[in-house]
């Protein structure tokens, strides 16, 4: 079972793996698995396990590209790819190295 630990929201920077650059806003959770290590003397105990994350980024930029970075705004750099869940509402045409 994962648990939310963390929520970040700011501005920041996408950059695509041919270095172009958009200003995004992003928010962001941070979810971390639990493991249970249950035994006889504790029957609920649980340990940390991995963690994830999770969130939006706008506008979406570079949907193409499988190499992507956000740079937070506090300075730290995510490695992420993008799954878009919704069709979009603009044509195919206006995708790739544009944000929407």
């Known amino acids: ?3 939310l630990i963390d929520t970040m929201e700011g501005s920041g920077t996408v950059r695509s793996s041919s270095g172009d650059h958009a200003d995004v806003h992003y928010v962001l959770q941070v979810y971390q698995d639990q493991i249970s290590v249950a035994n006889m003397q504790n ?5 940390p396990g991995f963690k994830s994350i999770e969130g939006r980024i706008s506008p979406v930029c570079f949907s193409g590209d499988p ?3 956000l740079e937070l705004q506090d300075g730290h750099k995510l490695k992420f790819f993008l799954r878009i869940r919704a ?3 603009l044509p195919k ?3 790739g190295r544009r944000c929407v």
Not at 43 to 47: E, G, L, R, V
């Open 1 to 3: 079972m994962a648990r």
């Open 43 to 47: 029957p609920h105990a649980m340990m």
């Open 67 to 69: 190499e992507l970075t």
């Open 87 to 89: 069709a979009p509402s």
């Open 93 to 95: 045409a206006q995708y």
